[in-house]
């Protein structure tokens, strides 16, 4: 037996206190990394960004609401969409680049309470037909011009330099407010909520978890992200060609990062992300073996390391970076790694 | 003129039904839904063009040539992905069949590049002869022939679950496992063997497809959704669903087809989100016992 009395929760470690500290110090200088990086380097941290957007908002729904979409290109093509048409109607652009994501996350409310029953294999194709369905109507309309597309012409009033610079800024922006989104949904009585569902979703109902209001917390939080991300990359090409944008290479994209990473795991997403940052970089240009090797490593880690690289890590290490769960610590004992991740 | 067009519709609805069986069959027995599905229906297309086009013979006798090697791989996907995959809990199915479907979809393009091939040439007058409907109108051959192999497929798939010894172990197995564990089923094999017929299933549906139209590397993703949009129409779970489901998707796309150049598809992602809706709402406000009742209490 245990002497309750010496046991004791905590949630921040000396490890995780460092880690925020050296996250807050990096992202205060990346914050003047235009004044620094170059042109060519500040582009590709605009697309790690947008994917690390991407990858942390398919794992919110996947890892810890348990939905497993294949569906996700349908927002990040809406946000595009949204912001040329907020552009085309005489918003200023960047404020078009702000104001889509929110839009589409208004549209993901009535779809939500509609896909939220859908279940499994289900809501997965059920979100993919979705995604068909977006894609589709959007090319109806006479300003995009069907597959031919358009582009978002008025950010073309910036000069090169300036652009990229704002480009950054803002991908850096959504990064840190999602990111910081998840963290404190995790960190909340929420967040208890949702791992709770994701472990057992009767039984967390049973308990009195509100299951469908915490799902559609998340399903419209991914909604707005991958939507943001929509928008950001329309910023960085300019062009608009629906299918480019509503393909579901971007979901693809989306499960590698998280599954490569650690699916259900707060930092793993981030890993995956810079981690396909690399791989794309190193093999993009081989085409098809790229994405052999993207769809091949995806199957393979789902079945034999199913919680992902860092998963793995931290279950073998007990190291948990960013403080989301829980920890019991006895003083008298090694610190064990909380249940919570 | 619309008479016509709901007839098309109906003849296309088999072709869904037949795409659509393997899925069905898969779903119901071994609860999965298997996202490489439309990636395997085109890669049997493939394997029966080749088998057709080196031996110089008719796509029917390669077909017949390639159904054990494609019950052969249901056998080990079974055995190597889902079994796994189905351990590790009810989504990762899911995540493992979609790294598949992409592996396969991009491995035929690798080895067949971007060309888009048809089996159309390969079976002569088939592809093209009709047969004049009383009252106007005609039916092709071949839409006719899909139709009733759907038809056929479905019957033969039913009785052999309600009257072989194989169907009736796989229906136990898929009722509970550790019991027909208890009465001397193999559930392994049992689940390997539901696994290898489902794929075959694939296999001919694939060959009516290259039969019936173009496919290229990327046609499976679309196959895969419209077989999916037949078996949720119809109802999860129900052989019969799944040709009702077929029928109403098929007439839906030709009906939509006569208003706009893309008012074909847009009509069947649309009748899929409408039958949804229906059903929610026929359900009252407990959407997920009626769920739970057409999937047969799956928990």
């Known amino acids: 037996m245990t002497d309750a009395k010496a046991l004791a929760v905590t949630r921040w470690t000396r490890v995780s206190i460092t880690a925020v500290a050296a996250l807050g110090g990096l992202l205060l200088v990346l914050a003047f990394g235009p004044a620094f990086l170059g042109a060519d380097l500040t582009d590709r941290l605009t697309t790690l960004f947008i994917y690390v957007i991407l990858a942390a908002m398919w794992n919110a729904l996947a890892g810890y609401g348990g939905l497993v979409s294949i569906g996700q290109q349908a927002f990040f093509g809406l946000g595009a969409y949204a912001a040329i048409r907020l552009s085309n109607a005489g918003v200023e652009v960047y404020l078009a680049l702000v104001l889509a994501p929110l839009i589409v996350g208004l549209l993901s409310l009535p779809l939500s309470s509609f896909a939220l029953r859908l279940r499994g294999g289900e809501f997965a194709i059920g979100m993919w037909v979705f995604a068909e369905l977006a894609h589709l109507l959007v090319n109806l309309d006479t300003l995009i011009q069907g597959e031919t597309g358009t582009s978002l012409i008025a950010i073309s009033g910036f000069a090169p330099d300036a652009r990229r610079a704002f480009n950054y800024w803002l991908a850096l922006a959504v990064m840190t407010v999602v990111v910081a989104a998840v963290f404190f949904l995790l960190r909340s009585r929420t967040g208890a909520a949702i791992q709770a569902i994701r472990d057992n979703e009767e039984a967390a109902a049973s308990v009195g978890v509100r299951v469908m209001a915490t799902k559609r917390l998340i399903f419209v939080l991914a909604a707005v992200g991958c939507a943001a991300a929509g928008a950001l990359q329309l910023a960085t090409l300019i062009t608009f060609q629906p299918k480019t944008y509503f393909s579901v290479q971007w979901t693809a994209y989306m499960i590698f990062m998280t599954l490569v990473g650690g699916l259900g795991t707060f930092e793993g997403p981030i890993l995956g992300a810079i981690i396909f940052f690399a791989v794309e970089t190193l093999f993009g240009s081989s085409g098809v073996w790229y994405l052999i090797g993207l769809g091949g490593s995806a199957l393979l880690f789902s079945l034999f390391l199913p919680r992902g690289i860092w998963g793995a890590l931290s279950s073998r290490f007990g190291i948990q970076l960013m403080p989301v769960g829980y920890r019991l610590a006895s003083p008298s004992r090694a610190r064990k790694p909380g249940s919570a991740g | ?299």
């Not at chain 2, 869904?16 to 069986?21: E, G, K, P, S, W």
């Not at chain 2, 393997?22 to 063009?49: E, K």
């Not at chain 2, 396969?104 to 971007?114: P, S, Y």
Request: aromatic share 10%; glycine share 12%; charged share 10%.
């Open chain 2, 1 to 299: 003129m619309w008479l016509d067009q709901v007839l098309q519709g109906v003849l296309l609805g088999g072709y869904y039904a037949l795409i659509a069986c393997g899925l069905s069959f898969m779903f119901g027995i071994l609860r999965i839904v298997n996202l490489a599905h439309g990636s395997i229906a085109v890669l049997s297309a493939y394997l029966v063009w080749v088998v057709a086009e080196q031996l110089k013979i008719s796509p029917f006798l390669a077909l017949i040539a390639v159904l054990p090697v494609m019950a052969a791989a249901g056998w080990l996907l079974q055995r190597t992905v889902l079994e796994r995959s189905l351990r590790s809990g009810a989504l990762t199915p899911l995540l493992s069949t979609f790294g598949l479907a992409v592996v396969i979809d991009n491995v035929l393009f690798q080895r067949f590049g971007a060309d888009t091939r048809s089996l159309a040439p390969d079976i002569g007058d088939l592809a093209f002869n009709s047969w004049d409907v009383p009252g106007g109108g005609s039916v092709g051959q071949l839409a006719l022939i899909t139709f009733g192999v759907a038809v056929a497929l479905l019957v033969g798939l039913q009785l052999f679950l309600n009257r072989t010894p194989l169907g009736r172990a796989i229906r136990a197995t898929s009722e509970d496992p550790d019991t027909a564990e208890l009465v001397g089923i193999d559930s392994r094999n049992v689940y390997a063997a539901a696994s290898a017929i489902a794929l075959v299933t694939v296999a001919i549906a694939g060959t009516f497809l290259a039969m019936r139209a173009t496919f290229d590397p990327y046609t499976g993703p679309t196959q895969l959704i419209f077989a999916f949009e037949a078996v949720v129409i119809g109802g999860t779970g129900s052989l019969w669903g799944t040709l009702i489901g077929g029928i109403v998707l098929g007439v839906a796309q030709n009906l939509g087809s006569q208003i706009n150049g893309q008012g074909f598809l847009i009509a069947g992602h649309a009748v899929f989100f409408v039958v949804l809706a229906a059903r929610f709402l026929m359900a009252g406000r407990s959407p997920r016992t009626l769920l739970r009742a057409l999937r047969g209490a799956s928990a």
